[in-house]
């Protein structure tokens, strides 16, 4: 990336730059010659379209005006802008799930225009997923939409549904250990991922060491992923973007859903405050395992052991509309995690781990006129990791205690506001601003050891706090150049101000897609994309204890070029999507640990900064996709063919190896059938090669002891001669649910059985060497064996 500080030239290129899209994207269009004739006598409409029963906005509905063959989608808030040269025009709205809509409407309407779709209903023997743009027509390439009734219908794990191990259905998206809902997209590694929940972002969307997402799939209304062709208005990482949209609350009526499983209970409410004006939606959920496993290993240990184990999350969404041009919305979110024991033999230990969330945003809705939208966003942050063991013993009477303990964080406060904005039929302009007040806590380990009180050694080894600034200024505009041609252009730049230390990048995004002879979408894009801050990991799991820290002075921002090519088109009278995408992808500055260095300091006065080094990582592809979106089955198949490799002066002896997560096949199916209205049975299978692991095949023998000079001899020293240097087996798995559903007329009530790993493969967590004389010296540690549960749910 080139540095550019103090650089007028790089400035003054910079404002060239952003002036010619503006001149483009905002003056352009309006101008005589950029118009045909007819355009000034073109009529402008807007509005919303939401659910007609409960009255949420729906994003992403689709928009068509079959005379004109244009149309447009909702934004975020359910807000779309149409323009034609009829003062009359027939418009067909349609999105999944809901019953498609033609209406008749004036295109000289002032106010608002509210379009209320019906949901699907009696329809329970097929499901069908309709809609109006099909996958060749759209200009977006490389990304993913769910809906919460998605996520809920396939096979779920101890009872609970997990958005983030939907996503990992995907093809380019690949789980990290065994069990761990971290997504690993198109190479990247899981800090390279950006959580938005509600436009704020979130830190560690884990539970469970990993095993379970935060996110509670009753809240949600849409995801987005963006594995690539980055849109300008999002920055900050490199790999992927995962956009949570919660629900807004039920304008009409009170509604519920309470479930059960193994695991976890989770209960959220909905409903108005005052009808029509100010909705509600709260939810919780608590896991308790504490409650059962607690007991029973007292009883096991005969006291000797007491363990803490659960988690908890809760959502809060307050809207309230002041007018059809004024909204309010207000989401916070909480959760937590806390797990340890107290062993009580002999001595006396103790060990904890906690970490949890916490987050909220203020947003404001404002409709200007029918061709500008706008939302401010006021956003905070704070992720928090705390870790700590004592070893409390009695020798004769001498007291010994030990004492260990580890805390970091990072915490932020932001504001942003965003435009949409409708120059032209043919154009869709999005811009807007913001800034971030990031405050990292890197970690301070402490350690002391006492004997009878007194200290007699001890350590504290801190990282400061860094405040930084973050700057955000983002341009695009989707363009529909002709019925064969569109493109999404944009400009994305941002900065980060800090310690005396100034990085800035411009960061260009293009996608361009051109419909080929029989119908055939043809899809090109490029994204840079840059991301100030770095996670510190480990090279064989991703933990809470992995440390959020800033881009310094001597550690550059990490910078990503991403190329993308594809196919799609939707065949079988649009009943099958048919997708293929190419892609390669170069990051500098990712970081490692260097050989032998952890996160835990061993010394006063050593920073993170000295244990850890930069390098390049290159990543490229190949994606294949059918999904069938109509009838009683519906589902996919996809399979990647990828590679991963990294390659840093001091780690391997600076020789290229391939990434932790590098696997070169990864195939997934996915299917869901509706057997009879009240049946429903879905499974997936994962099969994906072989992980590079570390291993040593040879290790020097200990010195024989010297019977002069008495004392323990040397320890094994392990000869590891290069990094990931093994891959031994493959992962595969098969998941089965089945769902017994029963509708009354109040309420649905739901029985689900779910079988995890049904025939109890033996995937590896980990391995090792437990004697290096043996022909079998690699063990395997497997953590998750068939794993059946049951839940029940009740929507009222």
Same mark, same amino acid.
């Given at each position: 990336?080139?540095?550019?500080?103090?650089?007028?030239?790089? #400035?003054?290129? #910079?404002?060239?730059?952003?002036?010619?899209?503006?001149?483009? %994207?905002?003056?352009?269009?309006?101008?005589?010659?950029?118009?045909?004739p007819e355009k000034n006598t073109r009529n402008t409409i807007s509005g919303y379209v939401e659910d007609a029963e409960s009255g949420e906005r729906l994003i992403g509905a689709a928009l068509f005006l079959p005379d004109e063959q244009t149309g447009n989608t909702t934004n975020n808030y359910g807000f779309f802008s149409l323009q034609s040269e009829k003062t009359q025009q027939l418009v067909r709205v349609s999105y999944l799930g809901y019953l498609s809509l033609d209406t008749l409407v004036s295109m000289h309407q002032q106010s608002p225009l509210i379009i209320k779709l019906q949901p699907e209903k009696g329809v329970l023997d097929e499901i069908v997923i309709t809609d109006t743009k099909l996958i060749q027509e759209e200009t977006q390439m490389s990304k993913i939409t769910l809906s919460g009734p998605q996520i809920m219908s396939l096979p779920k794990f101890f009872g609970e549904a997990d958005l983030l191990k939907t996503l990992q259905l995907m093809p380019g998206v690949q789980q990290g250990s065994e069990g761990t809902s971290a997504l690993l997209v198109r190479g990247g590694s899981p800090d390279q991922n950006l959580f938005l929940l509600d436009g704020a972002p979130l830190y560690n969307p884990s539970h469970m060491l990993g095993i379970f997402s935060t996110f509670n799939v009753s809240t949600i209304k849409n995801v987005d992923l963006y594995k690539g062709a980055f849109p300008s208005r999002f920055g900050g990482r490199i790999s992927s973007v995962v956009d949570i949209a919660t629900k807004d609350g039920n304008m009409q009526k009170v509604h519920g859903d309470f479930s059960i499983g193994m695991l976890a209970s989770q209960l959220t409410l909905e409903g108005p405050i005052k009808k029509d004006k100010t909705t509600f939606l709260i939810s919780a959920r608590r896991t308790y395992g504490d409650l059962f496993i607690a007991p029973m290993a007292k009883i096991v240990s005969n006291n000797e052991i007491s363990p803490t184990l659960y988690f908890y999350d809760f959502n809060l969404k307050l809207q309230h509309r002041f007018s059809e041009n004024d909204r309010l919305f207000l989401s916070v979110y909480g959760g937590k995690d806390k797990f340890g024991a107290t062993i009580n033999d002999v001595d006396r230990t103790h060990t904890a781990i906690s970490w949890g969330n916490y987050l909220g945003t203020l947003r404001w809705n404002h409709v200007f006129s029918n061709k500008l939208f706008s939302n401010l966003t006021l956003l905070a942050t704070d992720f928090g990791l705390?870790?700590?063991?004592?070893?409390?013993?009695?020798?004769?009477?001498?007291?010994?205690?030990?004492?260990?303990?580890?805390?970091?964080?990072?915490r932020d406060y932001g504001g942003k506001i965003d435009f949409d904005y409708f120059p032209h039929?043919?154009?869709? &302009?999005?811009? !807007?601003?913001?800034?971030?007040?990031?405050?990292?806590r890197p970690g301070t380990s402490k350690y002391s050891a006492k004997e009878n009180g007194v200290t007699v050694d001890s350590f504290e080894s801190k990282s400061y706090n860094t405040n930084n600034n973050e700057i955000d200024v983002y341009l695009e505009d989707e363009w529909k150049v002709s019925d064969q041609l569109s493109a999404n252009l944009g400009l994305h730049w941002s900065a980060l101000q800090g310690n005396n230390t100034t990085y800035? =990048?411009?960061?260009?995004?293009?996608?361009?897609?051109?419909? %080929?002879?029989?119908?055939?979408?043809?899809? $090109?894009?490029?994204?840079?994309?840059?991301?100030?801050?770095?996670? $510190?990991?480990?090279?064989?799991?991703? %933990?809470?204890?992995?440390?959020?820290?800033? @881009?310094?002075?001597?550690?550059?921002?990490?910078?990503?070029?991403?190329?993308?090519?594809?196919?799609?088109?939707?065949?079988? =009278?649009?009943?099958?999507?048919?997708? &293929?995408?190419?892609?390669?992808?170069?990051?500098?500055? &990712?970081?490692?640990?260097?050989?032998? @260095?952890?996160? &835990?300091?061993?010394?006063? !006065?050593?920073?993170?900064?000295?244990?850890?080094?930069?390098?390049?990582?290159?990543?490229?592809?190949?994606?294949?996709m059918a999904q069938k979106k109509q009838g009683r089955l519906t589902g996919w198949v996809a399979y990647t063919l990828s590679k991963t490799d990294r390659t840093f002066t001091d780690i391997n002896f600076g020789r290229t190896f391939p990434y932790k997560y590098d696997r070169r096949h990864d195939f997934k199916t996915v299917a869901t059938y509706r057997l009879t209205k009240g049946i429903e049975v879905s499974g997936c299978f994962i099969y994906q090669s072989a992980t590079p692991f570390t291993l040593a095949f040879s290790q020097f023998e200990p010195a024989v002891e010297d019977p002069y000079n008495p004392g323990p001899a040397m320890e094994e020293i392990k000869n590891i001669t290069a990094r990931n240097n093994v891959r031994i087996e493959p992962y595969h798995r098969l998941d089965i649910s089945i769902n017994f559903i029963r509708e009354r007329q109040k309420s649905t009530r739901t029985w689900n059985i779910s079988v995890y790993n049904v025939y109890n493969r033996k995937n590896p967590f980990y391995y090792y060497h437990k004697n290096f004389n043996s022909a079998n010296s690699i063990m395997k540690i497997a953590l998750l064996p068939i794993l059946p549960s049951i839940s029940y749910s009740i929507k009222f």
């Amino acid at each position: 990336m080139p540095e550019m500080r103090n650089d007028y030239f790089y #400035k003054i290129l #910079k404002v060239v730059a952003i002036g010619c899209l503006l001149y483009c %994207l905002l003056w352009y269009p309006n101008t005589a010659w950029a118009q045909s004739p007819e355009k000034n006598t073109r009529n402008t409409i807007s509005g919303y379209v939401e659910d007609a029963e409960s009255g949420e906005r729906l994003i992403g509905a689709a928009l068509f005006l079959p005379d004109e063959q244009t149309g447009n989608t909702t934004n975020n808030y359910g807000f779309f802008s149409l323009q034609s040269e009829k003062t009359q025009q027939l418009v067909r709205v349609s999105y999944l799930g809901y019953l498609s809509l033609d209406t008749l409407v004036s295109m000289h309407q002032q106010s608002p225009l509210i379009i209320k779709l019906q949901p699907e209903k009696g329809v329970l023997d097929e499901i069908v997923i309709t809609d109006t743009k099909l996958i060749q027509e759209e200009t977006q390439m490389s990304k993913i939409t769910l809906s919460g009734p998605q996520i809920m219908s396939l096979p779920k794990f101890f009872g609970e549904a997990d958005l983030l191990k939907t996503l990992q259905l995907m093809p380019g998206v690949q789980q990290g250990s065994e069990g761990t809902s971290a997504l690993l997209v198109r190479g990247g590694s899981p800090d390279q991922n950006l959580f938005l929940l509600d436009g704020a972002p979130l830190y560690n969307p884990s539970h469970m060491l990993g095993i379970f997402s935060t996110f509670n799939v009753s809240t949600i209304k849409n995801v987005d992923l963006y594995k690539g062709a980055f849109p300008s208005r999002f920055g900050g990482r490199i790999s992927s973007v995962v956009d949570i949209a919660t629900k807004d609350g039920n304008m009409q009526k009170v509604h519920g859903d309470f479930s059960i499983g193994m695991l976890a209970s989770q209960l959220t409410l909905e409903g108005p405050i005052k009808k029509d004006k100010t909705t509600f939606l709260i939810s919780a959920r608590r896991t308790y395992g504490d409650l059962f496993i607690a007991p029973m290993a007292k009883i096991v240990s005969n006291n000797e052991i007491s363990p803490t184990l659960y988690f908890y999350d809760f959502n809060l969404k307050l809207q309230h509309r002041f007018s059809e041009n004024d909204r309010l919305f207000l989401s916070v979110y909480g959760g937590k995690d806390k797990f340890g024991a107290t062993i009580n033999d002999v001595d006396r230990t103790h060990t904890a781990i906690s970490w949890g969330n916490y987050l909220g945003t203020l947003r404001w809705n404002h409709v200007f006129s029918n061709k500008l939208f706008s939302n401010l966003t006021l956003l905070a942050t704070d992720f928090g990791l705390k870790i700590g063991a004592e070893y409390t013993s009695t020798y004769n009477g001498q007291k010994s205690e030990d004492k260990i303990s580890l805390q970091s964080g990072i915490r932020d406060y932001g504001g942003k506001i965003d435009f949409d904005y409708f120059p032209h039929y043919r154009h869709k &302009v999005k811009f !807007g601003a913001g800034i971030t007040h990031h405050r990292f806590r890197p970690g301070t380990s402490k350690y002391s050891a006492k004997e009878n009180g007194v200290t007699v050694d001890s350590f504290e080894s801190k990282s400061y706090n860094t405040n930084n600034n973050e700057i955000d200024v983002y341009l695009e505009d989707e363009w529909k150049v002709s019925d064969q041609l569109s493109a999404n252009l944009g400009l994305h730049w941002s900065a980060l101000q800090g310690n005396n230390t100034t990085y800035q =990048q411009l960061q260009p995004r293009l996608s361009v897609r051109y419909l %080929l002879p029989a119908n055939i979408g043809l899809k $090109l894009s490029y994204a840079k994309m840059a991301q100030y801050m770095h996670l $510190l990991s480990g090279n064989t799991i991703t %933990l809470p204890t992995d440390l959020w820290v800033p @881009a310094t002075d001597k550690i550059k921002p990490q910078i990503a070029d991403q190329f993308a090519a594809g196919l799609a088109r939707s065949v079988f =009278q649009n009943q099958l999507e048919l997708s &293929v995408e190419g892609y390669y992808k170069d990051m500098s500055n &990712v970081i490692e640990y260097k050989d032998g @260095a952890s996160y &835990v300091v061993a010394s006063t !006065g050593e920073s993170w900064e000295d244990k850890i080094t930069s390098g390049k990582s290159k990543s490229f592809g190949i994606e294949l996709m059918a999904q069938k979106k109509q009838g009683r089955l519906t589902g996919w198949v996809a399979y990647t063919l990828s590679k991963t490799d990294r390659t840093f002066t001091d780690i391997n002896f600076g020789r290229t190896f391939p990434y932790k997560y590098d696997r070169r096949h990864d195939f997934k199916t996915v299917a869901t059938y509706r057997l009879t209205k009240g049946i429903e049975v879905s499974g997936c299978f994962i099969y994906q090669s072989a992980t590079p692991f570390t291993l040593a095949f040879s290790q020097f023998e200990p010195a024989v002891e010297d019977p002069y000079n008495p004392g323990p001899a040397m320890e094994e020293i392990k000869n590891i001669t290069a990094r990931n240097n093994v891959r031994i087996e493959p992962y595969h798995r098969l998941d089965i649910s089945i769902n017994f559903i029963r509708e009354r007329q109040k309420s649905t009530r739901t029985w689900n059985i779910s079988v995890y790993n049904v025939y109890n493969r033996k995937n590896p967590f980990y391995y090792y060497h437990k004697n290096f004389n043996s022909a079998n010296s690699i063990m395997k540690i497997a953590l998750l064996p068939i794993l059946p549960s049951i839940s029940y749910s009740i929507k009222f």
